[in-house]
């Protein structure tokens, strides 16, 4: 009986320690969440060169030394945003993508266009311009970038089967639209162009991808 009782207590040591691990580790996901959606917003209110750990820490509701404890220098905070804004863009890609039923140009074009209208789109697009002349940025962002770049374009690969046959006019779609889709939204935000001539530019790139479009995927689209 004592044997019994000593094992009951032990295992329920253990099962103690192991929730307590669990929620101190979905604290710290948490706190470390509102440290990346503090630095994006960061980002977008005051720019690169303005976003510092402090202000950082600070927008997050949290202090310095709470912030340094996820992340020990500002390098490693940008490139965990950076990361973090790759992996949301992927997350929606994929969601969009894997409905069949919205694999037709208009949907997925609209579906693009929703993203860069966001603050992860504007933030990212912050990043791009200042690692230009920033090395430390670039060294950070291009290595990501490439990384990006194919995970993506497996991901496509796999959501999309209907263009297999057809990998030129895939791409050249794909590079379409992310070109012209991403222009419009920095033009819009910087105020080169009206918003009113978005919907017409929209219309516009759906028919050029058509144009691209073979015909058995025209097939595809026209069964589904």
């Known amino acids: 009986m004592a044997l019994s009782r000593t094992r009951s207590t032990g295992a329920a040591k253990t099962s103690a320690v192991r929730n307590g691990n669990t929620l ?3 604290k710290a996901a948490q ?4 440290l990346l959606d503090a630095t994006v917003r960061c980002i977008v209110k005051y720019g690169y060169a303005n976003t510092t750990t402090p202000r950082v820490a600070k927008e997050a509701g949290l202090s310095r030394g ?15 945003t950076i ?8 997350r929606a890609f994929r969601r969009a993508a894997e409905r069949p039923e919205e694999h037709d140009v208009d949907t997925l074009v609209e579906t693009y266009w929703a993203q860069v ?29 490439e990384e990006f770049r194919e995970r993506f374009n497996a991901q496509a690969d ?13 791409d050249l779609a794909m590079s379409l639209s992310q070109t012209i889709l991403e222009g419009m939204a920095i033009a819009v935000q910087t105020g080169a162009m009206d918003q009113k001539k978005v919907p017409t530019m929209l219309t ?17 689209a026209v069964r589904d």
């Not at 706190?31 to 509102?34: E, F, L, N, V």
């Not at 697009?125 to 200042?130: G, K, Y």
């Not at 516009?204 to 595809?220: C, D, G, S």
């Open 158 to 170: 796999a959501l999309f089967p209907e263009w297999r046959e057809a990998p030129i006019e895939f």
């Open 24 to 26: 101190q580790a979905a």
């Open 117 to 145: 209208q966001k603050p992860g789109f504007i933030a990212f697009h912050e990043l791009a311009v200042a690692a230009r002349t920033d090395k430390e940025l670039a060294d950070i962002l291009l290595p990501l970038q």
């Open 31 to 34: 706190t470390r969440a509102r």
């Open 204 to 220: 516009y790139l759906e028919n050029q991808i058509r144009t691209i479009m073979p015909k058995t995927v025209k097939a595809v």
């Open 83 to 90: 990361t973090e804004l790759h992996e949301k863009r992927l």
């Open 66 to 80: 709470a912030m340094m404890h996820h992340f020990e220098n500002g390098a490693a905070l940008i490139k965990a």
